[in-house]
Antibody, heavy 119, light 107 residues
C-alpha cells in the first residue's frame, strides 16, 4: 500500500533552518511527483512546490521560492524539503503528497509534520 | 493567482440531510477542481478529482459537479462520519491553490 512517511515534529530557533523528510513506499517512487503543502494552524492550505523525483526538476510557488528547497534521494525513495531563515510565520504543519505530474491532484498524503519556530 | 472562494465557511446539518458546498474560482479552471476532506489532526483525504470523479474507496453519497468558475460538492445523505473541513483545490494554473475551507458540523 502507498505510504508517505514524514519525519517527526521539529522545534527550531528563529533564523535557523530545518530539513523535513518524506519517505515513499508501496509504489514506484519515480512515477509520481512529490508536492509539498503548508497548513498554518487553523487555516487553509498553501501549495509550496513540487519535485520530479526522476529528473530532480523543481517548481516553486513564488511565495516560497526563497524559503523552501526541494530535493530527493532516489536510492532511499525519500524527498526532502529544507526551510531556511525561519520565522514565526513558518510555524505550521507541512505535508508531502504525491501527484501524477506537475499539474495534478494529490491522492496520497504524508501524515504531516509540525514545525514550531520559537526561541 | 487564482482565488478559490468557498461557501459557506461553516455548515451545520443533520444526519440524512443533503448538503452542498460551493467553490468559486476567480477565473476558468477547466474542471481541474478537486475536493478534500480533512479531520482534526489528519492529512486531507481526496474525495473527488477533476470535478466529478469519485476517488477509489469514497462512498457514492459524495458527488461533484461544475464547470468554468463554479463547482459544487454534494453529500446526498449526511452521515455522522462526514464531519470535518472540506477544501476545494485547483490544479489548472500556477500556483496551485486551495479554497479557504468549509467546516461541516453534525447537528
Amino acid at each position: 500500500q502507498v505510504n508517505l512517511l514524514q519525519s517527526g515534529a521539529a522545534l527550531v530557533k528563529p533564523g535557523a533552518s530545518v530539513k523535513l523528510s518524506c519517505k515513499a513506499s508501496g509504489y514506484t517512487f519515480t512515477d509520481y511527483y512529490i508536492h509539498w503543502v503548508k497548513q498554518s494552524h487553523g487555516k487553509s492550505l498553501e501549495w509550496i512546490g513540487y519535485i520530479n523525483p526522476n529528473s530532480g526538476y523543481t517548481n516553486y510557488n513564488e511565495k516560497f521560492k526563497s524559503k523552501a528547497t526541494l530535493t530527493v534521494d532516489k536510492s532511499t525513495n525519500t524527498a526532502y524539503m529544507e526551510l531556511s531563515r525561519l520565522t514565526s510565520e513558518d510555524s505550521a504543519t507541512y505535508y508531502c503528497t504525491r501527484g501524477l505530474g506537475a499539474w495534478s491532484f494529490f491522492d496520497y498524503w504524508g501524515q504531516g509534520v509540525m514545525v514550531t519556530v520559537s526561541s | 493567482d487564482i482565488q478559490m472562494t468557498q461557501s459557506p465557511s461553516l455548515l451545520s446539518a443533520s444526519v440524512g440531510d443533503r448538503v452542498t458546498i460551493n467553490c468559486k474560482a476567480s477565473q476558468n479552471i477547466n474542471k481541474y477542481l478537486n475536493w478534500y476532506q480533512q479531520k482534526l489532526g489528519e492529512a486531507p483525504k481526496l474525495l473527488i478529482y477533476n470535478t466529478n470523479n469519485l476517488q477509489t474507496g469514497i462512498p457514492s453519497r459524495f458527488s461533484g459537479s461544475g464547470s468554468g468558475t463554479d463547482y459544487t460538492l454534494t453529500i446526498s445523505s449526511l452521515q455522522p462520519e462526514d464531519f470535518g473541513t472540506y477544501f476545494c483545490f485547483q490544479h489548472n494554473s500556477w500556483p496551485l491553490t486551495f479554497g479557504s475551507g468549509t467546516k461541516l458540523e453534525i447537528k
